[in-house]
């Protein structure tokens, strides 16, 4: 397939933001290794805050969308997906210690999964698939943000292992991409998903409380 010139200019811009913010994540990653809370700091400024301040240098609109269906939609997808997790539960209800906080650490466990996962939201959806899909088409904007979305969830496959298994991890990861990608395609809303994103962890620390 032959590009135009615009289609080779988004491609070369996404490349570099890539390489940057993963260069930025590895590094720091290294730098921050013996501080508690190295990894989701790492994930944020790397995977949130550069690619938020290229945009803004590049003058290009963050284009979070507004709460309206979209956005709703966005957080139903996620508690559709808390439901496919929620039955684990009575197999290995050890797995879901971590999510046993109360008090302060009630707060601070709130604010680390907002650093971890929002900037995946963002990035795979906002950065990656909005700006293809706006020069090569929704369907090849799907493609890429399924495996940005893969990419991004390579520490979460490891650790899901332990509740699902190998392949149960990797169908519910590439399962929560798909479905994320083609419906964030509809509704071009990334602010709900990242909403949605931390809904499903904090129902997941509340329902713990109660069962």
């Not at 890539?18 to 190295?38: D, G, M, P, R």
Request: aromatic share 18%; with cysteine.
């Amino acid at each position: 397939m032959r590009m135009n010139p615009e289609q080779k200019k988004i491609l070369k811009n996404l490349s570099l933001i890539c390489i940057i913010s993963t260069a930025i994540f590895f590094a720091l990653e290294f730098i921050l290794k013996n501080y508690v809370y190295h990894h989701q700091s790492s994930v944020f400024i790397s995977f949130m805050m550069m690619p938020v301040m290229v945009l803004v240098l590049m003058k290009k609109p963050l284009r979070l969308g507004k709460i309206n269906k979209g956005f709703v939609y966005g957080i139903a997808v996620y508690l559709l997906l808390l439901l496919w997790i929620l039955p684990y539960y009575f197999f290995n209800p050890d797995f879901f210690d971590v999510f046993k906080v109360s008090g302060l650490d009630f707060i601070t466990f709130n604010i680390l999964i907002i650093m971890n996962i929002m900037p995946v939201d963002f990035f795979s959806k906002r950065v990656i698939q909005l700006e293809i899909a706006e020069r090569f088409g929704e369907m090849i904007g799907m493609y890429a943000q399924i495996i940005a979305w893969m990419v991004g969830h390579v520490y979460e496959l490891f650790w899901l292992k332990e509740l699902m298994g190998c392949a149960g991890s990797l169908l519910f990861i590439a399962f929560s991409g798909i479905i994320t990608g083609f419906v964030y395609s509809k509704t071009k809303n990334v602010f709900g998903f990242m909403i949605g994103h931390w809904m499903l962890n904090l129902l997941m620390i509340i329902l713990i409380m109660f069962i």
